[in-house]
């Protein structure tokens, strides 16, 4: 089955940056897109950006750039998420989630992590 | 890219039917058929209910339907029950290969 494992929780202080793994089982690994997606506590989702395994390519949200590193690794099948300049509104679950057509981008995402708690705070 | 706006709740009784609206611009849902409808329980991930404004994904319950009008997707739940109560977020393709999420709605089985 398709499975998409995500790193533990981290704890960060402002100003830190922080590198989040996304580890998707059960398919081909350069096959879908890999979105970031964020959720503050009691708040909504926020779509932060994608990233292409096969390629390397990458788009961020406009609230993101500059901080924000999508980047995979084809060898161990793995993805990351670099955010850095870490503020205390970056406290959320980030969760990584697949696009759902193959070698598509459809902003359609059918499969997600558990995600991962990032805490900021002095 | 400003998020898609939704009810913050609805509610309603078991067996009753209600909708969820999503409501976006010109540039977003009024522009592509690419709108989709995720449920989260507390505490879960995201679960993909509703994807092309309309489909289901094999084994969401057929009391879960989408629908679309101009800038505006509608998110239905017929036969409601308590493990409906959830929140539920609307997405859609932004153009230039991004995004955008809704508000999100807090669905409450009476």
């Known amino acids: 089955q398709i499975q998409l494992g995500q790193s533990g929780a981290e704890v960060k202080k402002p100003g830190a940056s922080v590198k989040v793994s996304c580890k998707p089982s059960?398919?081909?690994?350069?096959?879908?897109?890999l979105h970031w997606v964020r959720q503050a506590p009691g708040q909504g989702l926020e779509w932060m950006g994608w990233?292409?395994?096969?390629?390397?390519?990458?788009k961020y949200a406009q609230n993101f750039q500059g901080r924000v590193t999508m980047t995979s690794d084809t060898s161990i099948s793995t993805a990351y998420m670099e955010l850095s300049s870490l503020r205390s509104d970056d406290t959320a679950v980030y969760y990584c989630?697949?696009?759902?057509?193959?070698?598509?981008?459809?902003?359609?995402?059918?499969?997600w992590g558990q995600g991962t708690l990032v805490t900021v705070s002095s | 890219q400003s998020a898609l706006t939704q009810p913050a709740s609805v509610s309603g009784s078991p067996g009753q039917s209600i909708t969820i609206s999503c409501t976006g611009t010109?540039?977003?849902?009024?522009?592509?058929?690419?709108v989709s409808w995720h449920q989260q329980h507390p505490g879960k991930a995201p679960k993909l209910l509703i994807f092309?404004?309309?489909k289901r994904p094999s084994g969401v319950s057929n009391r879960f339907s989408g629908s679309k009008s101009g800038n505006t997707a509608s998110l239905t739940i017929s036969g409601l029950q308590a493990e409906d109560e959830a929140d539920y977020f609307c997405?859609?393709?932004?153009?230039?290969?991004?995004?955008?999420f809704g508000t999100g709605t807090k669905v409450t089985v009476l």
């Open positions: 010109s540039s977003d849902v009024g522009s592509y058929n690419l």
């Open positions: 990233i292409n395994p096969h390629s390397g390519g990458t």
């Open positions: 997405c859609s393709y932004a153009g230039r290969s991004t995004g955008v």
């Open positions: 989630a697949r696009d759902y057509k193959e070698s598509q981008l459809w902003l359609i995402f059918d499969y």
């Open positions: 092309e404004v309309s």
């Open positions: 059960g398919y081909s690994f350069t096959a879908f897109y």
